[in-house]
C-alpha cells in the first residue's frame, strides 16, 4: 500500500520539468534535428545529464546513436556518443520569451526559423482566440457565418431529399 501511496503521488518526468526546461529540451531537440536535417520527432528523449545536458537517440550512419546536447549562454553544442559528429548553434531569446535558432546547414533544404516558446495556459489561449477573432474584419467575419449558414443548410436539404426504401 506505501509503495502504490508513493508511487501515485510522485511526479512523472514530464510533470517535473519547468517550462524552462520544455523550452531549452525543444532548442536541443530542434537544433540537433536541423543539424542532420531530420525532423524533431526522429529523435528519441533518453534523459538529463546533469543540469544542461539533454540526451537524444536517433539513426545516424548505420546504427542507433546517442547524442549529447549542451544548452548554456545562447549555444548549444551536439556531441555524438563516438563525438565523430560534433555542432556548435547559436540561439537567442526574443522579446516573447521564446527561443529562436536561425541556423541553415549547407547540406539542408530547410529554411525556417526555429521557434521553441513556453506552452500557454488555457486561459492565454482563450484570450488569443478572442484577440484573433477581433482582428478580422467585419466582411471576412460575415463571409465566413453565410458560409457555415450555406452548408447547414446544404446538410438538411440534402438529407431531406434521400430516397427512403419503398414499403411493400
Known amino acids: 500500500m506505501l509503495v502504490l501511496f508513493v508511487l501515485s503521488h510522485v511526479p512523472s518526468p514530464a510533470q517535473a520539468r519547468s517550462m524552462e526546461e520544455e523550452r531549452a529540451m525543444c532548442l536541443t531537440r530542434s537544433a540537433l534535428a536541423r543539424s542532420q536535417c531530420k525532423d524533431p520527432h526522429e529523435f528519441s528523449y533518453v534523459g538529463k545529464k546533469r543540469g544542461n545536458i539533454y540526451i537524444f537517440n536517433s539513426f545516424y550512419g548505420a546504427k542507433y546513436t546517442d547524442f549529447f546536447c549542451k544548452i548554456e549562454n545562447g549555444d548549444i553544442t551536439i ?28 547540406s539542408c533544404t530547410r529554411r525556417s526559423v526555429i521557434k521553441c516558446c513556453f506552452p500557454k495556459s488555457d486561459k492565454e489561449l482563450k484570450a488569443d482566440k478572442e484577440m484573433e477573432f477581433w482582428q478580422r474584419s ?23 431529399s434521400e430516397t427512403k426504401p419503398e414499403e411493400q
Open 79 to 106: 556531441i555524438s556518443r563516438n563525438k565523430k559528429f560534433r555542432r556548435s548553434v547559436k540561439f537567442y531569446i526574443d522579446e516573447n520569451e521564446c527561443g529562436i535558432i536561425e541556423y541553415y546547414p549547407a
Open 138 to 160: 467585419v466582411p471576412d467575419l460575415l463571409k465566413e457565418d453565410q458560409e457555415n449558414a450555406l452548408k447547414e443548410l446544404q446538410n438538411r436539404t440534402t438529407k431531406s
